[in-house]
């Protein structure tokens, strides 16, 4: 962008010219198709041109911020004036809070001096504001003096961030979520907007919140690998292509590692995320791909010891913390908790079991794995017709509904005995097996992760598990007296009104449609 370019981009903004600033803003940046372009001519004529432009304005701030630009310095130069005639000209709607976000967080990074810019929101008491907004997004609970002392950070170093914060609903849900629950730094909220938006929309933020690994300073956010990190600032090269991060003996671009994490709970996948960073495994079948030969190298399930060589976590529980949880005295004991998510959301119902083994210090205990069942669900359309007709499921030693803060989570305790260890490890090795074959199967009235966790410890603990549950098998009931939710019910009104020979074809049948197709994890 030349400055006499710029400069007449500089003049339409000044003189009101919205439509002819849009149009030339986009072609001179390069910064939409002209499939894209055309499109936005035709969202001219139904909306408010300013708005447009903002929304360009913002997406040239995130770009920026991702390192998306070669010009970095001299483009970020040339728009902050713009930026501020924008911000003067706009009224209040939710294109001028996110841009001024995205402007003051560039503002921010650049330690530049922002006395000119004015103020988004008036509240000359914006700490209580804010405190009395956490306590209410806490469902009235009290917050603790960590709590506090983080929203009076934001108010005291970003006041420019606690005002959009005020601002807008969905800044102040997504900005509760990161320094209340997860408890990461304000610092990167407030100055890398769009990057801890990424983290947040993949669910980066989850595992990073349980094993760390997030580190940053003014201009850089930084995610540990096993040799190093990856920085997320850093998206493309000098010559402006999407740069492919070397780690694990992997090359992947930012793009790619953050739609692996979007996609993990559809379907296996190469990459997690442990006390190392970000890591060449996939959970499912344990083993790290080999991009040359196209394969995984998988762990050897047939050492009795293979559960050893999983990824350590930094996990640990007390042995009082577990009898007050989950009534149980473990007593230098393996222990087996059998988690569940919200048993009143049934759409969203999931189970999995966290394994716990004693540490040498016997009242500390370390989480092992976080074992369930999920159902592969592939994008792919080809893929996902195969995965209809066979019902494919995948077991996953690294199960991230544990991760998930956002969903009421309960759980229930068994004790296992070292005498049967050997058997259980066993026979989760062969589930994993049954993964790697493609054979492990899922389905919604015969083999989920509930049904899955409760036959995983059956063998084992069989008396503790009809102590607790009041019944040999939980999962053999008459179908006419099953309550369940639409559309469950009604197929099961359709079923009994039919004769008797057409009922088991009937559900057989009937049962494709809400297993497989469904993107949900049972």
Not at 291 to 297: A, Q
Not at 339 to 348: G, Q
Not at 418 to 430: N, Q, R, S, V
Request: charge should be positive; proline fraction near 3%.
């Amino acid at each position: 962008m030349s400055i006499l370019q710029f400069a007449n981009f500089e003049h339409c903004i000044n003189s009101k010219k919205y439509y002819t600033a849009l149009f030339g803003f986009n072609g001179l940046a390069n910064d939409l198709s002209s499939f894209t372009r055309t499109k936005e001519i035709f969202k001219f004529i139904f909306s408010d041109s300013r708005t447009l432009v903002a929304k360009h304005l913002t997406r040239t701030f995130c770009r920026l911020e991702e390192g998306l630009y070669h010009d970095q310095e001299g483009l970020a130069y040339k728009i902050r004036s713009v930026t501020n005639t924008m911000l003067g000209q706009l009224q209040s709607s939710e294109e001028k809070t996110e841009l001024y976000r995205h402007f003051t967080s560039f503002l921010y990074r650049e330690g530049t001096n922002a006395k000119r810019t004015k103020p988004l929101v008036e509240d000359s008491n914006i700490k209580n504001t804010l405190i009395a907004e956490a306590i209410k997004w806490k469902s009235n609970e009290p917050l603790t003096q960590q709590e506090i002392d983080s929203i009076e950070k934001l108010c005291d170093e970003y006041n420019f961030t606690a005002q959009t914060v005020l601002a807008s609903s969905l800044i102040r849900k997504r900005c509760f979520n990161w320094i209340l629950d997860k408890h990461l730094p304000i610092d990167v909220f407030a100055c890398f907007p769009k990057i801890s938006a990424n983290l947040q929309n993949c669910h980066l933020d989850d595992y990073i919140d349980r094993h760390g690994g997030l580190t940053y300073d003014q201009n850089n956010v930084r995610l540990d690998t096993p040799d190093g990190y990856i920085n997320l600032t850093k998206s493309t090269t000098n010559h402006g292509h999407l740069h492919a991060f070397s780690f694990a003996g992997l090359k992947l671009t930012l793009p790619k590692i953050y739609k692996i994490f979007q996609d993990k709970y559809k379907a296996p996948q190469i990459l997690s995320y442990t006390d190392k960073g970000l890591e060449n495994f996939n959970s499912s079948v344990l083993g790290s791909w080999n991009p040359m030969t196209k394969k995984y190298n998988y762990l050897d399930l047939s050492n009795k010891n293979w559960h050893e060589k999983l990824p350590i976590t930094n996990v640990l529980i007390t042995k009082d913390q577990l009898q007050q949880q989950f009534n149980i005295l473990p007593n230098g004991k393996t222990v087996a908790v059998m988690m569940s998510t919200d048993p009143a959301n049934k759409d969203d119902a999931h189970t999995w079991i966290n394994v716990y083994e004693p540490t040498q210090d016997q009242n500390i205990y370390q989480l092992k794995m976080q074992l369930g069942k999920m159902q592969d669900a592939p994008s792919n359309i080809f893929k996902r017709f195969i995965n209809f007709i066979k019902h494919k499921g995948a077991v996953d030693v690294i199960d991230f509904h544990d991760f998930d803060t956002s969903i009421k989570k309960s759980g229930v305790g068994f004790t296992l005995n070292a005498d049967t260890l050997e058997g259980f490890y066993a026979l989760i090795a062969k589930h994993i097996q049954l993964t790697r074959n493609g054979t492990e199967t899922f389905k919604k009235d015969d083999n989920d992760s509930a049904q899955f966790c409760y036959n995983l410890l059956t063998p084992f603990c069989k008396e503790q598990l009809i102590q607790t549950f009041g019944a040999d098998n939980q999962f053999e009931k008459n179908l006419n007296k099953a309550k369940m939710n639409s559309p469950f019910q009604k197929m099961i009104r359709i079923h009994n009104r039919l004769p008797q020979f057409l009922r088991k074809p009937f559900l057989r049948v009937s049962s494709y449609f809400f297993n497989t197709w469904k993107k949900k994890t049972i």
